[in-house]
């Protein structure tokens, strides 16, 4: 991998991107008086993805500061921009269907499940690299 970081803005602009975008069914469904259970669905699309996106320019912005071996900092990278694909799969997906993945289903619902798990495995591995490179650096 080249840059990391750089990888990490591109993945991040796209994360950012459909989360903002996720905020057009939400305002629907607000206007639509929609039950409360879809606009929460859509809200935490809208808000997760776009917080998920600025993580990722976060992280590029002090993936340069932790110690750590060039492998480290790919593995880094991609663990969160696999866990960000987790998400986005995963939670507008989710609110589309009416299921949020967390029990065991037959179908649609195995998606969510599965982009959770990818989002939340993929972003655990890479916090505990932060973690690793933040305490070498000091």
Not at 83 to 107: D, H, K, N, Q
Request: hydrophobic content about 55%.
């Amino acid at each position: 991998m080249d840059d990391p970081a750089q990888h990490l803005i591109l993945h991040g602009s796209i994360c950012l991107l459909i989360g903002l975008i996720c905020g057009a069914p939400m305002g629907s469904a607000i206007n639509q008086n929609k039950s409360p259970e879809v606009v929460n669905a859509w809200r935490v699309a809208h808000l997760s993805l776009t917080l998920g996106g600025i993580l990722l320019f976060a992280l590029a912005s002090i993936i340069e500061r932790l110690v750590l071996p060039e492998l480290w900092l790919t593995l880094l990278a991609w663990s969160f921009i696999i866990s960000t694909y987790g998400f986005i799969v995963a939670v507008p997906y989710g609110a589309m269907i009416g299921e949020r993945g967390l029990a065991s289903t037959v179908g649609k619902g195995n998606v969510v499940r599965f982009g959770n798990l990818i989002g939340a495995v993929g972003s655990t591995i890479g916090a505990v690299i932060v973690l690793v490179g933040a305490v070498l650096a000091i």
